[in-house]
């Protein structure tokens, strides 16, 4: 399981940098959005994986630490979730407007000299 | 009044986030209501600022213990719940923020600010976002109030559209939101490795790590460092930097002038609660050291390439960074408090020198009607989202009187942000670069090159900015060509002008001020007490 999670958020960030260099501002943008995917499920990653432990502690049982998965880096994935979503959805917004003023969609707001 | 005080530390954050949240439902037409909430929210922030200022120091006994106050977010205990923290450098820094915030907003209402609606808003939520990351104790929340004031800053830059601030926008969010995925990457490893975001608790599991945990610790602060470093623009990451700057509207830009800070104070706080006394600090600071050497340098081959006034103080920003990185890496003791007062003054020179230019610049006609010609041109996509076509050089319908003898007032001005920037006698900007080479020259910690090499950086850096201020000098007030005389705002005047009176009056009470600084730079050395108190007693 580790290697497949470690590999997928590999890939992820890797295809997010090669996109982020691109000259232009749909792919920069896919770029953004995939490397912030890697960002989130490295964070979850960093709670340790495992598998069948709860993350809300339950009164009836027990409360030994190793039989439930760690909460803290599930609530900060959200946080940085939607964080990320409103910073993406801006990005889009300001790359409409770019390409509404130049009429092109290089990063540079213009075409390179062939 | 109990209440107030209990509370007085989150006021700094909650009252911009009402004071924005209400604008918003204000008609955008109904500048002046703007206008006040915005004046009243800043006025409110000083004045928090300045009673926390005092609460840090020994004037106010009693009230908190050893001088630093601990807000826990809904009562929880301090590692579980999120903390806010003032002590003496976040309290300082709050209230640089509150000053400069005032300044900009009195600027702007002058007719900056048209249409209202955006721009006071997200001021304010800038102002959140900065007050937040300067007080919070806790790292992911210190994220969350980069984020906060990253959004506004984005929406603030492209204030007066144009394709040139659109293009550089674009470059200035995709460069940021690249290194908030670093700065995320580098919490959830020290959180990995940790298990606590909260900075004092951080501080004694940092002491207690087996030395094989200690790799991945310092693995993901060099790559939360490497975050901090490009907000605060320093080489090789720094060159969105002087291109937003410039383009940014002068109030914009002024309020900008702390934006670079905070990655400063990010940098300053984090390595003094984990730092500890062991070999890894030197090498980091070593690093430091050569990073601000380049920016140093960096900003100053910009700086002599400069042409416009906006674009020369862009590169003293990044000079005024590397000069602080270069000097916090030496790694001397006695140099954290002229830092400190180097850290403040150029904040106020900078927001200054860049409202300066809004008057400046309207003297030249050419690059009003330049400006003039490119907001003419058909924006399609901001017809059809029904925005105003906004009108930043709009020269009609100001507010208030206008004040005599323009010329004279800006050039007496432009003269003193020159010799503040330049650090030239008699002026506090000589005060502080005075003070920082003599601590480093007077050290005997320092070998002898790197301090020379980072002295002689220091004063070229001081060369260049008179040469450059010269040339741009002279072409803005001497030469005749296409110049008329602006009418200046008294609204518009009074606050350069009180944020100059602001740092002579520092400068007056140098001693006071120093002993501050000195008590702070001793509480980075030691941030057992900042433990102690967030920790609530605990060993």
Redesign the interface.
Known sequence: MELVYALATGVLTASGVWL?LRPR?FQ?LLG?AL??Y??NI??F????LTLHRPPVIRGDTPVDPSFYADP??QA?VL??IV??F???A??LV?????????GTDH???REPDA | MNVLLQHLPVLPVVVPLVTGAVMLLVRERRRRTHGALAITSFTIQLAAAVVLLLLTTDTVRDVWTEGIGVYRIGGWPAPFAIVLVVDRLAAMMVMLSATLGLAAILYSVAHWDRPALPFHALLQFLAMGVNGAFLTGDLFNLYVFFEVLLAASYGLVLRGLGSQRVKTGLNYIAINLASSSLFLIGVALIYGISGTLNMADLTQKVAALEPDDRTILEAGAAVLGVAFLVKAGSWPLNFWLPRTYAIALPPVAAIFAILSKVGIYAVIRVSSLTAGDNITTTILDEILFWVGLGTLLAGIVGMLSARHLSRFIAYSVVISTGLVLGALGLGIETLIAPVLFYIGLSVVTTGTFFMLTGMAERARETIVARNAAELTAPAPFFVAYGVADPDPYGIDEEIGTAIPAAMAFLGLIFVFCVMLVAGLPPLPGFVAKFAILAAVLGSPEVAAAPAWLFASAVLLSGLATVITTSRIGIRLFWTSAARRVPRLRLLEAAPVALLLLAMFAATAAAPVVMEFLDATAASLQDPQAYVRAVLGGEP
Do not use: E, N, Q, Y
């Open positions: 982020l501002t920069v953004l490397l912030s890697a960002t490295f964070i990653g960093m709670g340790r803290t880096p900060l946080t940085a964080i990320a409103a910073t993406t801006l990005f300001v790359l409409l407007a770019l390409r509404g003023l130049t990063v540079d707001g």
